[in-house]
Nanobody, 116 residues
Framework: QVQLVESGGGLVQPGGSLRLSCVASGFTFSMYFMRWYRQAPGKERELVAHITSGGGTTRYADSVKGRFTISRDNAKNTVYLQMNSLKPEDTAVYYC?????????WGQGTQVTVSS
């Protein structure tokens, strides 16, 4: 079965950095786009970034452009989200997402808290 396992969240001060990882299994990782979403308390889940199957194209939400970088290692079935210059408004649970066979699969999420 499809499994997505995120890690790397935590508490960081404004201006700091974190790198999230998501290890995927149960499908042919290298064939599919991968996405990172986030959900802040009281808000809807929003798309943060996506990356094409080969990693050649990435897209970002305007709110994170220039600060976050999505990447992937198809040999390790892993997608990453490097987050720099973090702001309090980046505080949220971050989720990895894949859509093999046209169905949405989600990880359990990893909490990112940006606070002094």
């Amino acid at each position: 079965q499809v499994q997505l396992v995120e890690s790397g969240g935590g508490l960081v001060q404004p201006g700091g950095s974190l790198r999230l990882s998501c290890v995927a299994s149960g499908f042919t990782f290298s064939m599919y786009f991968m996405r990172w979403y986030r959900q802040a308390p009281g808000k809807e889940r929003e798309l943060v970034a996506h990356i094409t199957s080969g990693g050649g194209t990435t897209r970002y939400a305007d709110s994170v452009k220039g600060r976050f970088t999505i990447s992937r290692d198809n040999a390790k079935n892993t997608v990453y989200l490097q987050m720099n210059s973090l702001k309090p408004e980046d505080t949220a649970v971050y989720y990895c997402n894949a859509r093999p066979w046209a169905s949405d699969y989600w990880g359990q999420g990893t909490q990112v808290t940006v606070s002094s």
